[in-house]
């Protein structure tokens, strides 16, 4: 039986990106046991703050993690499981796969630097994302 439930939008700490539906594939390894466990990210879930991840295995709330994405551009940090919760719906649009849960993610930080890190990698996901696009010149004949 899984007790630990998401919290409503509204009680949320950190302002999400606002990012189109990216979604890259990341993998988590839990500390106590050095399990890795492939899993699926929405860059629009991913705060200086937390992320949410789509994942096939129940992992209880407390349990330490390290995450790492490689697209759009490395990262890698560690937290801690804050939630999970079963994801039901049997659609493949994050993935080929199905997954069972969805678990939200507290990064934790040894040193300020490794925030200030992570803080600027989500400014700049969001900058590269509002870019326009170059307006395509028209080849005259």
């Not at 330490?64 to 659609?91: A, F, N, R």
């Not at 803080?119 to 080849?139: Q, T, V």
Request: aromatic share 8%; with cysteine.
């Amino acid at each position: 039986m899984i007790r630990n439930f998401k919290k409503p939008k509204s009680q949320r700490k950190a302002q999400r990106n606002e990012l189109h539906m990216h979604r890259v594939s990341a993998e988590v390894k839990i500390d106590d046991t050095g399990e890795i466990i492939n899993c699926r990210v929405f860059l629009t879930d991913l705060s200086p703050s937390g992320v949410g991840l789509f994942i096939n295995e129940q992992i209880e709330k407390g349990t330490e993690l390290s995450m790492v994405i490689e697209q759009p551009k490395h990262l890698y940090v560690k937290g801690e499981v804050v939630w999970c919760t079963p994801y039901t719906l049997d659609t493949k649009i994050i993935s080929n796969d199905v997954f069972k849960f969805r678990i939200g993610v507290k990064f934790l930080f040894d040193f300020p630097e490794e925030q200030e890190a992570l803080k600027k990698y989500c400014e700049e996901l969001a900058e590269e994302n509002n870019k326009k696009p170059e307006p395509k010149l028209k080849l005259q004949k």
